[in-house]
């Protein structure tokens, strides 16, 4: 079965300084995977996804498949990355196409 | 180009009342969706929708009904409100990317709080 963790509920660092938010993932198949975020009084959001291998707002994310892991990361952190952030996976057969599955968030808190 | 809007924005309701939460959106998505949001679980698929008049199962579509007659509407009914329905409610829409396999990005609605007493 299809399943993502995120293993931190919250997170907390200090402004320019790295930041990694953990993503795990198990999907017996090739899957694609997402990160969302949300920030405060806003609607979610798509950040970046593994398949457009960008960088937005300085995001980064690899698809590690031997280690099912899927973390965002962030060199320098800034006061404005302060918002929740989902992983998410879609399935890529069967019913699970076109179907996003969401860990549980992650809320980071990058102090000034 | 409104997007995905979603109506009402907040409601509060009694114990056993009906509601219909409506989602529209104006980018000719194929797929639409109703998700739930509670502190410490995420979003969770209620219902989804891959089509006009075409609705799914998602993880915890219990106490919740949904129609979709037109392909820019989708709408989530609650025919007997409970207070483990109290949460935020997410509406979102994707179309189905260039090729087979995988979905193009979600767009979500603004969301409705909804409490029920």
């Known amino acids: 079965a299809q399943r993502v963790t995120q293993p931190e509920k919250l997170l907390s660092v200090f402004k320019g300084a790295p930041v990694e938010l953990k993503c795990n993932y198990s999907y017996s198949g090739s899957p694609e995977l997402f990160w969302y975020v949300q920030y405060s009084r806003q609607r979610l959001q798509l950040l970046l996804r593994?398949?457009s291998r960008e960088s937005i707002k300085g995001f980064t994310a690899d698809l590690n498949k031997g280690e099912t892991s899927f973390h965002l990361k962030k060199p320098f952190a800034q006061e404005e990355d302060s918002a929740m952030y989902y992983c998410a996976l879609s399935g890529s057969r069967g019913s699970t196409l076109g179907r996003l599955y969401f860990g549980r968030g992650t809320q980071l808190t990058v102090w000034p | 180009n409104a997007g995905v809007t979603q109506t009402p924005k907040f409601r509060v309701l009694k114990t056993g009342q009906s509601m219909t939460l409506l989602c529209a959106q104006d980018?000719?998505?194929?797929?639409m969706y109703w998700y739930r949001q509670d502190p410490g679980m995420g979003l969770r698929l209620i219902h989804y929708?891959?089509?006009?008049?075409?609705?799914a199962k998602g993880e915890v579509p219990d106490g919740y009904n949904v129609s979709r007659l037109k392909k820019q509407n989708f709408l989530l009914g609650l025919e007997s409100a409970a207070p483990s329905q109290t949460s935020v409610y997410f509406c979102a829409s994707s179309s189905l990317a260039g090729g087979p396999k995988f979905t193009d990005t979600q767009y979500f609605g603004p969301g409705t709080r909804l409490t029920v007493l």
């Open positions: 980018m000719n998505h194929e797929y």
């Open positions: 593994h398949i």
């Open positions: 929708s891959v089509g006009e008049g075409t609705t």
